[in-house]
């Protein structure tokens, strides 16, 4: 079993950055890729980010490319971050990280092969 908690969310203004953390438990982090995934109100999920198992690939939506990054630290505390920066007001959305249910697979846009979700973090930008 995978548990994931994000943190890192809150308001900041448009230009402005912000660092979300998801923290994993259960001993096989490394081995899963890892998604970021956004909902804004009255919009469908959307894909953000994701991150191979190793970390030496990752996979960006067009609007956050050159604004967002993502990282994974598995030796140390088994994290993933997406690193938030020029934010913008349409970047306002609660943002999820996940992981792939089956272990050692490439990461991927589409929501329903992770099979791990966190609660959620909420970003607001104002304009």
């Known amino acids: 079993q995978v548990q994931l908690v994000e943190s890192g969310g809150g308001l900041v203004r448009a230009g402005g950055s912000l660092r979300l953390s998801c923290a994993s438990s259960?001993?096989?982090?490394?081995?899963?890729?890892m998604g970021w995934f956004r909902q804004a109100p009255g919009k469908e999920r959307e894909f953000v980010a994701a991150i191979s198992w190793s970390g030496d690939s990752t996979v960006y939506t067009d609007s956050v490319k050159g604004r967002f990054t993502i990282s994974r630290d598995n030796a140390k505390n088994t994290t993933v971050y997406l690193e938030l920066n020029n934010l913008k007001p349409e970047d306002t959305a609660v943002y999820y990280c996940a992981a792939r249910g089956l272990m050692f697979e490439q990461p991927t846009t589409t929501a329903s092969v992770y099979g791990y979700w966190g609660q959620g973090t909420q970003v607001t930008v104002s304009s």
């Open positions: 259960g001993q096989t982090f490394s081995t899963r890729a």
